[in-house]
């Protein structure tokens, strides 16, 4: 029998990260001294007291059975809680559901709210999910380029209004992947009258709001009217080290919430009550953890930066996020930088096009390995004859 996969599927590009995974993969079987900025998955652990907490978690039978629905009330009362001293924002707890980490949910969401031919709003470069979700659903991608010259902020304005007509979502992300840029309060007020004018929902991902470095990422979630259009996704993965726990949220607007819940509720049955019990004590415990976890980051983002703008890389530090956005040397493009870095230096890093065509002429560093590492790759990458 031959079998033939839907056309959606065949219309998918690669997903980036598995690719990168298999070249590094190929690379270490060839013997290669491998330094892997490629993925950006922390390479620290779950916080002690979040695996203790998981640990007596996983014992109790009553975590044993089908979750069902938006989450433990215990859970979405800490979100909720979270949201009140981290950004000073109101939400109740009927206003959040629970995701198997927030990709899933990003994933989703069009479930909820896209008909054939319904646009999709996708910043460019950015995390591929947006445009997969799109995809399944059928609706279209619109992508809105995110240019230095606007600090990676997507122009609302330059979009035409036969667009706008059949636009049913936007998707921003801030702190963002891979540019690192932060949004501010003009903008989101921006993208609010935006989406109001033109009925479109907001989702916001804001999966990196606490991997920052000296001011604090705001959230949407916090601008007035936020609430009307939109929702944020949030997750665990990037603030405690628990990419592999699976668990996030989404929140804000109680139906935009509901649907993307309806939806969830026909495809999955909930998030592992014990996870849900170990990331209630995350988000309750004392945060020195993520403060550690940010001071770590910034001695990497630090020994990065300053040691290819020796090498005469034009780079900026980031404010936020573990990424480093970085314009490839002269006369290079991001695969001709990304190939020579892997061949001649055993260095893994994400071509900025892989993530968007606006991001041609970058490539992305993410600060998932140790200051001696970085220290090395830097002192390789000044061997190389760009
Ligand atoms: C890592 C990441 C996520 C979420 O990851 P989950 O582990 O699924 O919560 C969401 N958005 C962006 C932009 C990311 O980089």
Redesign the pocket.
Known sequence: MEIRYNEKLKKLPPYLFIEIDRKKKEAIERGADIISLGV?DPDLPTPEHIIKSMQSAVAKPVNHQYPFGAGLLSYRKAVADWYKSRFNVEISADEVCALI????G?GHIHLGFINPEDVVLIPEPG?P?YNTGTIFTDGVPYFMPLLEKNNYLPDLDAIAADVLKKAKIIFV?YPN?PTAAVATKEFYEKLIDFAKKNNIIVAA?A??SEIYYDEKPISFLEIPGAKEVGVE?H?L??TYNM?GW?I?WVAGNKDIVAGVAKVKDNYDSGVFQAVQEAAITALTSSQKCVEDARKIYKERRDALVEGLQKLGWDVKPPKATFYVWAKVPKGYTSAQAVSKLLDEAAIVCTPGNGMGKSGEGYVRFALTVGVPRIKEAVERIAKLKF
């Open positions: 950006g980490g927030s990709k899933e990003i995390y999910v992300n992947n991902d999966a990196y996704f997750s993965s990037k990419t699976r996030g």
